[in-house]
DNA sequence: GTCTATATAGGGATAGAC
DNA sequence: GTCTATCCCTATATAGAC
């Protein structure tokens, strides 16, 4: 499927400095890329600029890359497999409600780190069709992994809520997460990202809340209290 | 503080035939692109298609606007108007939550109608100081007529909420509202807009749910039900 | 008020030297 | 592998005739 990006690699399949350093300039470039694509927005980035930011020729970048789009599909690449965390399922109710509590802690970290694909889902996202169905499958394990996480709460009885209840919170939790950082920017009140993704976890946290029964609840009102401050 | 938009002014200042065909042009050059902006993204939209489409000039469509940002404004002020609404409120518990019913089901419409802001809110709106500052006023509001709509059913018993569940609830309310049919789109489930209308509504009001007591909540369910057949 | 023609600018991408 | 130079296209916006 994938095939050769180099066209260096007849001659000597081993690798070389010249790979190395191949492999080096690309890594360059895509950081740089995700950088820049996170402060001004992927559609404001000009492929000269982070040839710029690089002190690198825009021929070379071009080199690299065949296009602007095949930057933009790598770093979906390294966001699809930072993304893919499996949660951990503990049986016991106290800690699982702390798993709910990583699990969503990551997806928001994910996305902060990759926020240039949600800032402008329907440019970056939302008119290619390969990441489209890419993007779909991904939301879907977030839910499952979500409704799998609330099904354990619900077993030990920290959780009150039917299948069809659950469906629908891991939706809304999903839809939390995924605009909450672009909501904060347009309304200007992110003052800081770090404070936005606080404030993010917290709306997204606040979704379970009314479902948990008990010292869960209890325990997740503590948690959100320690992580907003 | 608002100047004068046509030049021909001074001579005349009745509305003769001319200014009224001004007018009418103005008009359907807004429309149209409302048309195409929901449709294509705003970005995608370049003022030749909108001339195209109305069988007109460019120069001409430029003899009317000083360029595409004051298109985009004067649809944001047209939004703007249409989405102030003050949602009812009624004292009795069983018209209560039929008015956030009503209150949040206009706010969806006029986000359908005017959904190209929302598709796109960080180049729409973020870039834009003026329209990041007016759309932060429009969620205020909307956060206040959704706080007051929920402190009236708390006062007849069928809430129960701290002011401060009230408050993040209002939020997510509205992030969900914001965000649903651009959520929608990049996973490419909309299947038709108004499918997509409805499944947000349901996902909106199933926000509240967990909130009500008695008759409200099953009323709720009613409602929801009935919407999405 | 509307048209045609065009100036202008920016950015993606390529050619060919080194 | 990297650079310089440049092509080419698209889109905003303007000039000036009718």
Redesign the pocket.
């Known amino acids: 499927m994938s095939k050769a990006k180099?066209p260096?690699e007849g001659a000597a399949s081993r690798l070389d400095g010249?790979?190395l350093?191949?492999q080096r300039?690309r890594s360059r470039v895509l950081a740089q890329s995700l950088a820049l694509f996170n402060e001004l927005g992927e559609a404001?980035?000009?492929?000269?600029m982070i040839a710029d930011a690089l002190?690198?020729?825009?021929?070379?970048l071009?080199?690299?890359f065949?296009?602007?789009?095949q930057i933009i599909e790598e770093l979906f690449d390294r966001f699809e497999q930072r993304v893919d965390v499996r949660p951990r399922a503990s049986g016991r109710a106290a800690e699982a409600i702390e798993d709910l509590w990583l699990y969503l802690h990551l997806m928001l970290e994910a996305i902060g780190e990759y926020r240039f694909i949600y800032r402008n889902l329907d440019d970056v996202v939302g008119r290619n069709r390969k990441l489209r169905v890419r993007f779909a499958r991904i939301v879907d394990r977030q839910a499952g992994a979500i409704v799998a996480l609330c099904e354990s709460l619900v077993g030990s009885g920290a959780m009150q809520a039917r299948p069809a209840q659950i469906a629908t919170l891991a939706q809304n939790a999903i839809i939390v997460s995924t605009s909450w950082l672009g909501f904060a920017a347009a309304t200007g009140r992110d003052g800081g990202e770090a404070a936005a993704l606080g404030q993010g976890a917290f709306q997204v946290m606040s979704l379970f809340a009314p479902y948990l029964r008990g010292e869960a609840r209890a325990h997740l009102d503590s948690l959100i209290l320690e992580y907003i401050d």
């Open positions: 180099q260096a010249n790979a350093r191949t300039t404001h980035v000009t492929t000269g002190d690198m020729s825009p021929g070379n071009y080199y690299h065949r296009n602007k789009g």
